[in-house]
């Protein structure tokens, strides 16, 4: 097959990045497919977008709120090529709510080419498919649902560290890796360490990302709050190995997030075994009855409890720690995900359905 994508490409833009990525190397390698992808931040012409596109099988959309977006399902639907979105989350409600006059706009005038037109909608799961249904009464003739998933090939070799990592309890060190942006709920988190401060809790934080306005408002935050030495900024990190190793020096993952869809970041920490500390809005479902990490909400006294606990909980830390990297083996492997989205992708391109995973 002949699968082209279209989305941000860029490293720093977050996960759809990665999931195109990684989708073009797993098909590639086994399945020999043909990937090409178009990014939609550079300027393209059309002449050129043509000569990739006409003789594709199907067009893969991970960006919405563009109108290089509508040129390439235009593109597309003039070729009679199907094409389909996966959102990423960017109609859920709360996302929804920034900038909300403009992406209604845009949904009222591109309505037909998104949803009428499309041939076919990934959703993460069932939980980012419940809150974009209302927008399209339809969405449930041709959505699938399948999540993002991982290349674990790393654990073979990380094995002996991951399986054993182990928390004294005498301090936390939490992390956070991804973009900083406000929906992950950083300045919530930046508020329970300063209260973690006050209260003498040898807690300390790494926020690792691309530097933006929010950062820089961050950063101020913490200088003002006298906390530099407990919360640490350091530049985003791409190469597996190094956020292994960052993974190998922290005792918790940490995202209080207001909104994601399926956040490969979680993912990746899980894998590592290292365990969780998320909202529930970051949709991973049953972490606590799974025994891979905690809930928290966005209350900072609240998250200081359940810090506290979790610190004086520190003899069941290697359970949690060996039930991430089992768990992940179980759920997040990209080449038995890799499987079933081709397989969906044909069944569009074919128009029968046999996978059980459409809704």
């Known amino acids: 097959m002949k699968i082209i994508f279209f989305g941000n490409n860029s490293k720093e833009s977050g996960g759809p990045a990665q999931v195109m990525r990684i989708h073009q190397n797993f098909l590639n390698k086994y399945f020999g497919d043909k990937i090409e992808i178009i990014n939609s931040t550079e300027i393209i012409s059309k002449n050129k977008i043509y000569k990739q596109i006409k003789d594709a099988d199907i067009v893969h959309i991970h960006e919405l709120w563009s109108l290089n977006t509508i040129n390439i399902v235009k593109i597309s639907e003039k070729f009679g090529i199907p094409y389909i979105f996966t959102f990423h989350g960017v109609l859920n409600k709360w996302s929804l709510k920034k900038n909300k006059f ?106 690792i990302g691309p530097s933006s306005k929010y950062s820089t408002f961050l950063k101020n935050i913490v200088k003002k709050s006298k906390i530099s ?100 083996k179980s759920n997040f492997d990209i080449i038995n995900i890799t499987k079933e989205y081709r397989n969906n992708l044909i069944e569009i391109t074919s128009g029968v359905k046999y996978s059980d995973n459409w809704i």
Not at 114 to 133: H, T
Not at 290 to 319: R, S, T, V
Request: aromatic share 16%.
């Open 229 to 328: 030495k407990q919360v640490e900024f350091l530049p985003p990190v791409f190469d597996n190995y190094l956020k292994q190793k960052y993974f190998s020096r922290s005792d918790f993952f940490i995202l209080p997030s207001y909104d994601e869809a399926d956040s490969i970041a979680i993912k990746e920490a899980i894998a590592s075994g290292l365990p969780i500390i998320v909202t529930k809005e970051c949709k991973v479902e049953n972490v606590e009855i799974n025994k891979i990490g905690y809930h928290i909400n966005h209350d900072p006294k609240q998250i200081i409890k359940k810090l506290q606990f979790i610190m004086n909980d520190h003899k069941n830390y290697h359970i949690l720690s060996k039930n991430c990297f089992d768990f992940s």
């Open 102 to 207: 403009l992406k209604s706009l845009f949904l009222f005038f591109f309505r037909s080419q998104i949803f009428y037109k499309s041939s076919g909608f990934q959703f993460l799961n069932f939980n980012e498919y419940n809150e974009a249904k209302n927008l399209y009464i339809n969405f449930f003739k041709k959505s699938f649902i399948l999540q993002n998933g991982l290349d674990l090939s790393f654990q073979k070799s990380h094995i002996k560290n991951i399986k054993y990592k182990n928390f004294l309890g005498d301090k936390l060190n939490l992390i956070f890796l991804g973009r900083v942006h406000p929906k992950k709920g950083l300045k919530i988190l930046i508020d329970s360490m300063s209260l973690a401060r006050s209260k003498n809790l040898n807690i300390s934080l790494k926020i």
